[in-house]
């Protein structure tokens, strides 16, 4: 196998991944961000952003990795260290959503707190 069928079954296998990841986090994802936001409209943008962001950044980390295989290195394992790569970049967006989603839950909670215990005050 040459290098390039190793680079695109690399490049194809990790896209595959990320879709993976982005179709079984979407629904949970909008849902939170619907409270979040506070309507429909945010919620839509900003699930279709991390989608992308989500979906892409592994195939940039895999595109990094530029395999050379050579008379005595397996295609397969060339293909695994993309892969790794691109699993890698997967690992740090889903990670960075997840914190930047955290912290926007800690905040709205602070802010609802807020809001319940002034709303009690004035009464």
Not at 33 to 55: D, I, M, P, Q, Y
Not at 90 to 119: D, Q
Request: proline share 5%; aromatic share 8%.
């Amino acid at each position: 196998m040459n290098a390039t069928t190793v680079f695109a079954l690399g490049s194809l296998a990790t896209l595959a991944i990320g879709a993976a990841v982005v179709l079984y986090l979407r629904r949970p994802l909008r849902n939170i961000l619907v409270e979040l936001c506070g309507n429909e409209e945010r919620a839509e943008f900003w699930t279709a952003f991390s989608a992308v962001v989500v979906g892409v950044v592994p195939v940039i980390f895999a595109m990094a990795c530029h395999p050379a295989p050579g008379p005595d290195t397996p295609a397969v394992l060339e293909l695994a260290d993309q892969l790794k790569w691109g699993l890698i970049g997967l690992t740090a967006s889903v990670l960075m959503l997840g914190w930047v989603v955290g912290r926007s839950i800690v905040r709205w909670e602070g802010r609802v707190a807020k809001e319940s215990s002034s709303g009690a005050e004035a009464q």
